[in-house]
């Protein structure tokens, strides 16, 4: 492992706080850095927050990272060498009515951060970036590949993600500290994000509720439970690219799973059975994702370990721990 500590933004979120714990866990120290926005609810990011503080080796800043000024001066005083960059305007409906959000978060603190690893002498940057970059478009087989076209975002955030992997590529050409950019496929799991829809939907079925099932149900994701997301993530921050090189990696499950399916899924899980209102797709959503997973798997040996039957018992059993009723 390189010395100094891992700067990680977005560390109260849901991936963010999970790799924080695994890099924690292997002995690293970590400098968490997130601005505690109120995008879902706040207590769960203070909850998450509070798994971290108080363990040897963290620290957590509240901080904008789109200031960055401030952000500099975090990274040179830290000493950190590498950077996971997670924090970002995350939801694709979201931005059809909050489109400054994503120019804040995800492009100016995008920004941000690559101009923190230039003057502060960081060596290694793995940020997030997203399946959605794919657009909406047919499925070849064995799923997207890295090289596929990524030049027909349906939604601003998916325009914002891959504006920040075409900056990246800029950025460590022109500087030379390599980069590596991280496709996630449908994350999910403990801690999860309340707009995601397995939790929304788990929310709403055990309120005795009815679920809004869009598309009619017959999208289909790439769900991919969030153990396996920080073993994609590990994997990549340990094998940059050489001097001035920039990757991009899809980390997912590569297996596709049909809305209405998940939905059988994580009734079994809560054992409590959803009432069905079905809508037309949204604007901004694609109907199917699905992760050719080859390059990530040659480059680190990554498999997806946890299917979608274990991962959602996994996320009922940890629901009552943080909703207590």
């Given amino acids: 492992m390189a ?9 109260a979120g849901f991936i963010g706080m999970h790799l924080a714990e695994r890099l924690l866990d292997r002995g690293e120290a970590v400098v968490g850095i997130d601005v505690f926005n109120a995008y879902y609810d706040p207590r769960l990011k203070a909850a998450r927050a509070a798994r971290l503080e108080g363990r040897p080796g963290f620290s957590m800043v509240r901080m904008d990272i789109a200031e960055h000024e401030a952000l500099l001066d975090l990274v040179k005083t830290s000493g950190a060498r590498r950077i996971v960059h997670l924090a970002a305007q995350a939801g694709v409906r979201y931005s059809i009515d ?4 994503y120019e804040r978060s995800n492009l100016a603190g995008h920004l941000a951060v690559l101009e923190a690893c230039r003057h502060a002498g960081v060596e290694n940057l793995v940020y997030a970036s ?22 027909a975002p349906v939604s601003l955030y998916a325009a914002t993600k891959r504006s920040c992997e075409l900056i990246s590529a800029s950025y460590a050409r022109l500087y030379g500290f390599p ?27 055990l309120a005795g509720e009815p679920i ?40 997912g499950d590569s297996n596709p799973v049909g809305l209405m399916e998940m939905i059988t899924t994580l009734e079994q899980a809560i ?8 809508r037309p797709m949204q604007p901004g959503d694609v109907t199917a994702t699905y992760a050719d997973i080859s390059k990530l798997n040659a480059l680190t040996g990554y498999k997806p370990k946890v299917a979608l039957e274990e991962g959602l018992a996994r996320f009922a059993a940890w629901w009552p721990t943080f909703h207590r009723s």
Wanted: charged share 25%; net charge negative; hydrophobic share 35%.
């Fill in 3 to 11: 010395s100094g500590p891992v700067i990680v933004t977005g560390a």
């Fill in 179 to 205: 980069q590596s950019g991280l496709r996630f496929f449908t994350g999910y799991g403990p801690w999860g994000r309340p707009d995601m829809a397995y939790y929304d939907f788990t929310q709403k079925i």
């Fill in 212 to 251: 809004e099932v869009y598309g009619e149900g017959r999208m289909a994701r790439d769900f991919t439970y969030v153990d396996d997301i920080i073993d994609g993530i590990i994997g990549v921050l340990d094998n940059p690219p050489a001097q001035g090189g920039h990757e991009v990696y899809n980390i």
């Fill in 130 to 151: 997203s399946s959605s970059v794919y657009g909406d478009r047919p499925i070849a087989e064995g799923g997207f590949r890295e090289t596929d076209p990524a030049d």
């Fill in 271 to 278: 054992g409590r059975k959803a009432v069905k209102i079905m």
């Fill in 98 to 101: 909050n489109p400054f959000a």
